[in-house]
């Protein structure tokens, strides 16, 4: 009779032998590969030692693991916690639209934390419970949407998605290879960047946009040399643009000055003080005009001095 420990072990095995074969393997490999019959893989997975929840049998036969359905067991000190439920508390509160893994990622960080600081814990807790409230927008497409994209990214499948263009009004299908999931807190919203799968052009996808995503069994790889970071360097949010960034130039009066440079607002940015108090800020920006939200707020606190587009904008809008 197999020892519970032995047991243990060769469950163990099969995760781990399923993650380096994401397509997935037979009983009969899977008995080949851990040194067991044929029969003992077989029981484990009918008798539900490999939960149907992680792990499925396809048409073919082959057992997969479903990564999606995978527990992390992660280890972090408070700090660590802290700061984990700081980014997911800010993805919470910017975004325009309820996301139920969001809030329960939160209930668990408060659940670790709970013995050690019980007052940070029920803080956390009532994030989640605000998080998971009756006042968020409910979008049981976007979470549709959202998890398929997330499934297609992390098995590195392609994706039928069906998009409703913001200009022309029309429905437009794709197949698409996600690269990466973008949050955009000016927007609260989120994107998804990729290239489509027949001319690998570069695509950036509004994810409350897509109206259906399909995942396919066609493979494909992120390039090695993708660096989601060094794409959008100049991007003000998500805007990225077919030209050379823009170098835009904003003097802000003393009144604001302080305030202004308490805060990086691009990683690109430069600010020189000037005698009379005000200060003279600079950046490359891909698409300028995604700054007019934030330039606006500022009033008459700024004036632009460059480019000319964005200023004869901002004068416009200000009449």
């Not at 197999?2 to 074969?21: D, F, G, V, W």
């Not at 919470?92 to 940070?120: G, Y």
């Not at 302080?258 to 600010?271: A, G, N």
Request: net charge negative; proline share 4%; charged share 25%.
């Amino acid at each position: 009779m197999e020892s519970q420990s032995n047991k243990a072990a060769r469950l163990e095995q099969i995760k781990h032998l399923l993650l380096r074969h994401k397509e997935g393997l037979s009983i009969s490999e899977i008995a080949q590969h851990i040194g067991v019959n044929r029969s003992t893989v077989w029981h484990y997975y009918y008798d539900a030692d490999l939960p149907q929840t992680h792990y499925e049998m396809g048409s073919d036969k082959r057992i997969r693991l479903n990564t999606d359905r995978l527990n992390f067991n992660i280890s972090l000190d408070l700090n660590e916690a802290l700061a984990l439920y700081l980014a997911v508390r800010m993805f919470t509160t910017r975004m325009d639209r309820h996301d139920p893994s969001a809030a329960t990622a939160m209930r668990k960080i408060s659940h670790a934390v709970e013995l050690i600081a019980p007052e940070i814990s029920r803080s956390m807790a009532l994030s989640a419970d605000r998080a998971d409230g009756d006042d968020q927008l409910k979008d049981p497409n976007y979470i549709e949407v959202l998890e398929t994209l997330t499934k297609a990214w992390a098995s590195g499948r392609q994706v039928q998605v069906c998009y409703a263009s913001d200009r022309s009004g029309e429905d437009h299908e794709y197949t698409f290879c996600p690269y990466i999931i973008e949050p955009y807190a000016i927007g609260q919203t989120t994107y998804v960047i990729g290239v489509l799968a027949d001319t690998s052009q570069t695509r950036t996808f509004k994810i409350q946009r897509i109206k259906r995503a399909q995942l396919l069994a066609k493979s494909y790889l992120i390039p090695e040399n993708f660096d989601a970071d060094e794409y959008l360097e100049y991007a003000w949010g998500i805007w990225v643009g077919d030209h050379h960034p823009v170098e835009v130039v904003l003097c802000f009066s003393p009144k604001v000055a302080k305030r202004v440079k308490e805060t990086r607002w691009h990683r690109k940015q430069q600010i020189e003080d000037q005698a009379d108090g005000s200060i003279l800020w600079r950046a490359q920006i891909a698409e300028p005009r995604e700054m007019m939200p934030w330039v606006m707020g500022w009033g008459k606190e700024v004036t632009v001095l460059e480019p000319k587009q964005l200023k004869d904008e901002v004068a416009a809008n200000g009449r």
